[in-house]
């Protein structure tokens, strides 16, 4: 399990209770949910503002303030708008299928939503899309879990339009006061889909036809840019291997057979836009030209000191047209020319 303080949630997830609490009876009381929240206004209007999974986990438990005489979740998502997943909507707009669609949420819905972990499995003639928490959200776990499961049902009906019966399961019992087969009742009517609660799975299950019908507004170079985006998006948030070590490791391997990439090229091996690369870069206290000169000067050392080859030739080896141009920068980076160096290190 993931600590709730590690996740961070796009605030653009929550900014439709604004005008869900006065249409719901709760006038003046968006100002008060933001002071609990230790939010700041501008801060609530600001898309780069994230909170933590504390903070998420109290305004879940909002919901239960509703009234009883409305369905928490199915009100959530009357206001609700997947305009708050960014570049993931047009992905998944734009898809072949839903099930494409579904798969693409899958491999990117952790930079948006990241207490949840979602998988495919295909059957021969029914297939599921189950969904599981990855941080505990005490109580309301279960409500998560169904905001999540009918979120994706809503979505797929706005993406092929009439949409055939599909089940949604829940492994938990309602947490609602009402029991189970009545909560049955009361959802399938709310989402116009069968529904099973105390299942042995959360997601939802269907028929293939269903997972691969067709979306209103496919569009392939539209999904490819927007699925690019999203893997750049991937790599920057990515926390295992840092973007510097992934540099020097391109720029290593290319100056073993003399060859050194421009900053465009490199990232392009690396699968992100030059940008990307030098943002990422600046935050880990570097840049690309300084990445460079230290694989170029090793380069430059190693063959100094093993190897009888003029000044001029390992200037041309390393990248340097102008062996003038070498000596300087060598000397700027290591305090000795290329000569001396060579000197004292033979």
Known sequence: MIARSKLRFPVSHFQ??????????????????????????????DPATRIDGDQFLFFLRQLKSFPESLLPVQTVL??????????????????????????????????????????????DAESRMILELTTDFEEMGPAMIELGTCFMKRMAEELVGQLPRPTLHFAHGC?????????????GESFDCDV?????????SAPNE??????????????????????????????????????????????????????????SVLNVTARTLSRKLATEKTSFKDLMNKVRFESAQKLLKNSRLSISLIALKVGYQDSNAFIRAFKNYTGKTPASWRSANS
């Open 16 to 45: 439709f209770i604004e005008r869900m609490l006065p249409d719901i009876g709760y006038p003046g009381v968006f100002p008060m949910l933001l002071k609990a929240l230790n939010i700041k206004e501008e801060q609530f209007r």
């Open 78 to 123: 009357k206001y609700y708008s997947w305009s708050g997943f960014g570049v993931l909507t047009l992905a998944g707009m734009s898809s072949l299928t839903i099930k494409d669609s579904l798969l693409v949420s899958i491999e990117h819905a952790h930079l948006f939503i990241p207490c949840v972990a979602m998988r495919f499995e295909e059957g």
């Open 175 to 187: 947490w609602l006061n009402m029991d189970d087969r009545r909560a049955e009742k009361v959802y």
């Open 196 to 204: 099973r609660f105390n299942s042995s799975f959360s997601g939802a």
């Open 210 to 267: 269903l997972w691969n019908l067709p979306l209103k507004n496919s569009n392939k170079p539209t999904f490819e840019k927007a699925l690019a985006i999203l893997r750049e998006e991937a790599e920057w948030l990515s926390p295992t291997e840092s973007m510097s070590a992934k540099v020097l490791s391109v720029m290593r391997n290319g100056a073993a057979s003399d060859i050194y990439l421009s900053q465009k090229q490199l990232a």
